[in-house]
């Protein structure tokens, strides 16, 4: 009889410890479905990438900005793939800054300019990737395309300049 109690016992455990498990996996399948919606509909690039700069996570909006037919195809490169050495360098500047401090940069307009020379401006915020012991290993960073916004931007202002020429030489 004291066997059977410890037997049922050691069921009993068993199956609590199998309940939890099961709890914990759909959990984390949950997360994972989110994360995987965010990254891909969202409208914006939105990338992972380790500590030597290259990518390891990417989404569909990324990928496809710069010409892949999968974000697979992106894991491992870096900036200096894709953009300007002197763009690249500069992107790579402000990963290093993040990562040694652990402050984010945000919402940084940049100009990017593509190793083929096609330019356009986005809005980064770059932040820290840290492992499951805290450790800085990488980066994340969200880019959003505000091309049209800059140009509609310096538009206004090389009106402004020329309305101020004029003004300026105009008789009082």
Do not use: C
């Not at 068993?14 to 997360?31: F, M, P, Q, V, Y």
């Not at 994360?35 to 990324?62: C, H, Q, W």
């Not at 002197?86 to 040694?100: Q, S």
């Amino acid at each position: 009889a004291t066997r059977m109690r410890v037997v049922g016992r050691a069921n009993r455990q068993l199956r609590e410890e199998i309940e939890e498990r099961s709890r914990t996996e759909r959990r984390l399948a949950h997360e994972q479905y989110f994360l995987n919606a965010l990254m891909e509909n969202s409208p914006d690039i939105i990338y992972f990438k380790d500590a030597n700069g290259r990518f390891v996570r990417v989404n569909r909006t990324g990928a496809e900005r710069f010409g892949f037919k999968s974000a697979a195809g992106m894991v491992g490169l870096s900036d200096f793939d894709l953009f300007s050495d002197e763009a690249a360098r500069e992107f790579r500047h402000d990963e290093e800054f993040v990562m040694r401090t652990g402050s984010p940069i945000v919402a940084k307009e940049e100009r990017e300019v593509t190793k083929a020379g096609k330019e356009r401006w986005v809005q980064t915020t770059t932040m820290p990737f840290y492992d499951a012991d805290q450790k800085v290993t990488g980066v994340i960073g969200i880019s959003r395309d505000i091309t049209k916004r800059k140009s509609a931007e310096l538009e206004l202002l090389r009106h402004r300049q020329l309305y101020e020429v004029m003004f300026n030489a105009m008789p009082a």
